[in-house]
Nanobody, 125 residues
C-alpha cells in the first residue's frame, strides 16, 4: 500500500515559519515527481509547489514564490516544504502528492496519483 504522511503543521503567527515533511512508503520514491497542494474550506485544492524526481528543478505558485522552498531527500523518501513569511491567506490543509510522470512538473491536481492525508496550517493575523 502506498502511504504518504505529512507532518509539521500547526498554528503560527503571521510572519512566522513552518516546515512540512512528507514521508513516502510503498513506492519507489525516485520514480515520482512530488508536489504540495493546499485547500481552504469551501475552496478548490490549489497548487503550491512541485519538485522533479531528481530534485533538479522546481515550480511554485506565484502566491508563494520567494517565501516557500520545496526540497527532497530521496535517501529518506521524504519531501519538504519550508514556509517563511507566512500570511493568513496561507491557511489551509496542505497535501503531499506523488506524480509518476517525470519529464514535466505538473500543477494539476488530476495529474497526481497518490495523496497524503493532509496537515493543517493556520496562520493568525
Amino acid at each position: 500500500q502506498v502511504l504518504l504522511v505529512e507532518s509539521g503543521g500547526g498554528l503560527v503567527q503571521a510572519g512566522g515559519s513552518l516546515r512540512l515533511s512528507c514521508a513516502a512508503s510503498g513506492l519507489t520514491f525516485s520514480n515520482y515527481n512530488m508536489g504540495w497542494f493546499r485547500q481552504a474550506p469551501g475552496k478548490e485544492r490549489e497548487f503550491v509547489a512541485a519538485i522533479m524526481w531528481s530534485g533538479g528543478s522546481t515550480a511554485y505558485a506565484e502566491s508563494v514564490k520567494g517565501r516557500f522552498t520545496i526540497s527532497r531527500d530521496n535517501a529518506k523518501n521524504t519531501v519538504y516544504l519550508q514556509m517563511n513569511s507566512l500570511k493568513p491567506e496561507d491557511t489551509g490543509v496542505y497535501y503531499c502528492a506523488a506524480d509518476m510522470s517525470q519529464l514535466r512538473l505538473s500543477r494539476m491536481v488530476g495529474a497526481h496519483d497518490y495523496w497524503g492525508q493532509g496537515a493543517q496550517v493556520t496562520v493568525s493575523s
